[in-house]
């Protein structure tokens, strides 16, 4: 971590205080969001901080700040580091809970470290997911809560956990998720998923090149008759997924569909810089 801002200034890491009294330790009430720079400026900063402020309402947190009072924070802070960044925004539960009001005392804080993308193989030979019978507690806010996303199956740093409540495929544990079958890219519905940022820059992209695409949960049962499938998030953009547990995805490799949006978004990447 290279610098935090906490209590309305910039300080180091190691003066960065949060009072023990605050919600955010005491019950693990808060929101994030995880948001990446490329050439030094962030990456669709506006939607995320839209999502912030969508998910601090959903759980009954009143924000202290705007979206410019925190995009104006953000940009500072990336400023003031010479580096491409990965910027954790935060509003927790604060000090005061109103059984009528919720919570009114919030804090925004945030942290800046160095960004550290997936490895190269990683988008050579691609990933695997493991499946579990579980969900998302509330898809519409993205929670600091992620007991779920580590402590609920063994993975390694190949793989991340796969949300399959009832065998629909939901979205991965840190991701989006995607299926490419019988000519058509299926993808689960925000009434079912956090809504990704990169999801949607995905789903525009396919769209407007033509490709099929469906809104609806798809099977673990569907997975034999898939072609292709691939991940998608703010850090690892579209990272393709060759193994749903034991199942193998396509022919085992990233497929043709996977790398053409892969370069479709890079070519458009400067459009969603803020």
């Known amino acids: 971590m290279k610098l935090c ?3 309305g200034k910039f300080v180091a890491p190691s003066e960065a205080l949060l009072p023990i009294s605050d919600l955010i330790v005491q019950r693990g009430i808060g929101v994030f969001e995880t948001i990446g720079t490329h050439l030094k400026r962030p990456l669709m900063l506006t939607p995320h901080l839209e999502r912030l402020l969508t998910g601090a309402k959903n759980s009954y947190i009143h924000s202290p700040l705007g979206i410019e009072e925190m995009r104006g924070i953000i940009r500072e802070g990336i400023e003031r580091l010479d580096e ?3 910027i954790k925004a935060y509003l927790s539960g604060g000090d005061v809970f109103d059984r009528v009001r919720g919570f009114t005392e919030p804090r925004f804080f945030a942290t800046f470290e160095a960004l550290e993308l997936p490895p190269r193989e990683f ?4 990933i695997r997911l493991e499946p579990i019978d579980d969900c998302r507690d509330d898809p519409s806010t993205k929670s600091i809560d992620y007991r779920k996303a580590y402590a ?9 956990l796969l949300y399959c409540p009832g065998g629909e495929i939901t979205e991965s544990a840190h991701s989006s998720f995607f299926l490419y079958m019988n000519g058509i890219l299926v993808t689960a519905p925000l009434t079912r998923v956090l809504k990704g940022t990169t999801r949607q820059a995905v789903l525009d992209l396919a769209r407007g090149a033509g490709v099929t695409v469906e809104e609806r949960c798809p099977l673990l049962a569907e997975l034999p008759q898939a072609a292709e499938a691939f991940a998608t998030g703010s850090i690892k953009k579209i990272l393709p997924v060759v193994r749903v547990g034991t199942q193998i995805i396509g022919d085992g490799r990233p ?3 996977t790398k053409r949006l892969s370069e479709l ?3 458009h990447i400067l459009d969603w810089l803020e």
Do not use: A, I, Q, R
């Open 265 to 267: 978004y890079l070519k």
């Open 123 to 126: 988008y050579e030979n691609g």
């Open 255 to 257: 497929g043709p569909m």
């Open 152 to 160: 609920l199956s063994p993975y390694d740093e190949h793989s991340e």
């Open 84 to 86: 491409e960044l990965l």
């Open 5 to 7: 801002y906490v209590g």
